[in-house]
Structure formats: C-alpha cells, structure tokens
C-alpha cells in the first residue's frame, strides 16, 4: 500500500492528505508549495532591504519580523512534507 501525502494546507485544523500521483491535488499542492517558497524568498529579500534601512522606525522592523517568522514557518513546512515523501520513496 502506498503512504499518503500530507498536503501544506489543513483541513479544520486537521492535517489533509492525498494519495500520491499526478491528479489534480498533487498538482495543486505543488504549486502551493512553490507560492510558499516563493513568498518566502520575496519576505527575505524585502526584510534584508528593510534591516538596511537606517531609516527603518520600530513599527516597520516588528512587521518585517512577523513576515519573516511566516517565511521561517512556510519554508520549514515545505521541507518537513518533501522529506517526507522522499522517505517514502526510499521505503
């Protein structure tokens, strides 16, 4: 039997999950995956630009920082669900 893929969204609070293939779920979670990473790339770059700010004010800075630990979060997801279907391709 083959493992599930945990997809990057939940469903209530509930983890979700799919068989693994080509439908259109995987597809989608895919591209989810993809806008994670992708935003979290643009989060890093405007917060670099923002640190190096010497204008930047405390309210500015507090909110690159809050967009940075979603950044963190979504990056680390998305790791967390490729090795877990690299361990399941190992097995």
């Given at each position: 039997?083959?493992?599930?893929?945990?997809?990057?969204?939940?469903?209530?609070?509930?983890?979700?999950?799919?068989?693994?293939?080509?439908g259109?779920?995987?597809?989608?979670?895919?591209?989810?995956?993809?806008?994670?990473?992708?935003?979290?790339?643009?989060?890093?770059?405007?917060?670099?630009?923002?640190?190096?700010?010497?204008?930047?004010?405390?309210?500015?800075?507090?909110?690159?920082?809050?967009?940075?630990a979603?950044?963190?979060?979504d990056?680390?997801?998305?790791?967390?669900?490729?090795?877990?279907?690299?361990?399941?391709?190992e097995a």
């Amino acid at each position: 039997m083959e493992s599930l893929r945990r997809l990057p969204w939940s469903d209530d609070g509930r983890a979700a999950y799919v068989a693994p293939g080509d439908g259109f779920v995987n597809e989608l979670a895919d591209a989810v995956e993809a806008e994670m990473l992708g935003v979290a790339r643009a989060d890093a770059s405007r917060g670099r630009a923002l640190a190096d700010d010497p204008a930047a004010g405390g309210v500015e800075l507090r909110g690159a920082v809050w967009y940075l630990a979603r950044a963190v979060e979504d990056a680390a997801l998305v790791a967390d669900l490729r090795a877990e279907r690299l361990l399941d391709a190992e097995a």
